[in-house]
């Protein structure tokens, strides 16, 4: 089965992609938990804050979903072909499973691939991996594959530390057990939203602009730190800042 490569890379970060060492050490804590849940709506930025810590050197598999990964064939092969890609050493025994168990179907074929996964996995990983899952929303109402995702989480080896960044919640049947045991790191809006420091620090780095205190307590009060919105407030206020001469990043 053909998978983009887009798909199972992390996406490209402008070289003007500005650094937050305050989410970067937040995110960076997913490597000390079973299941880190980054959940906020659109525009939160983060795709954008998970590339950055993958960049920092961090092992990382990607998996950027959309809707037709709802379906849970494609959902395991893009899964398989995501972590084969950083751990290029795994056998075929996941996919020759999957195969194999096309006759029987429902939940034994995809618990026997999940099964051969975390043996491949447990064989190879020698240092942590971070699994991220992007756009994860869209398996929220797919039973199946959250049956299976649950099941690699729950069996697989201690050094795999899966990352779902979602819209919506991902109900995994084993999540509220996972939270009693502090097994998970829940990273929201707030923060990922920008601070102050960090907004002084886009408009001087990025557009060239030196942020008096009483326009920086305007923006975040009228953007309330929301990524997507920093540059369109840039752009509607550019010749009040004299900023016309700079470009956003994108």
């Known amino acids: 089965m053909l998978i983009l490569r887009t798909k199972i890379t992390p996406p490209h970060l402008p070289q003007r992609t500005l650094q937050r060492p305050r ?29 950055l810590l993958a960049a920092s050197g961090v092992p990382t598999a990607w998996y950027h979903l959309d809707a037709e990964d709802a ?14 890609l950083v751990l290029p050493g795994l056998s075929d025994a996941p996919e020759v499973t999957l195969e194999a168990g096309s006759a029987a179907g429902g939940e034994a074929r995809w618990a026997a691939t999940v099964d051969a996964l975390v043996n491949e996995l447990d ?25 299976a995702l649950n099941r690699l989480l729950e069996r697989g ?27 998970v790191l829940e990273i929201d809006r707030s923060d990922l ?29 009228q953007t309330e730190g929301w990524a997507i919105a920093l540059p369109l407030m840039w752009q509607s206020t550019s010749r009040e800042l004299g900023a016309g001469r700079s470009r956003p990043p994108c």
């Open 193 to 221: 939203a920008f601070t102050r420091a960090e907004m002084t620090a886009l408009f001087a780095e990025h557009y060239g602009i030196a942020l008096s205190e009483e326009q920086v307590a305007r923006l975040a009060e």
């Open 71 to 84: 379906e849970p064939l494609l959902f395991m092969h893009g899964l398989l072909a995501s972590l084969r």
């Open 123 to 147: 064989a190879h990983l020698s240092q942590p991996l971070l699994l991220v899952l992007d756009d994860a929303h869209h398996i929220a109402r797919a039973p199946q594959i959250l049956e």
């Open 157 to 183: 080896p201690h050094h795999l530390h899966t990352v779902l960044a979602t819209r919506l919640p991902v109900p995994l049947p084993s999540l509220p057990a996972w939270r009693l045991r502090g097994e």
């Open 23 to 51: 989410l970067q050490g937040r995110l960076a804590e997913a490597l000390e938990h079973r299941l880190a849940v980054v959940h906020a709506e659109a525009g939160y930025g983060k795709s954008t804050a998970l590339a």
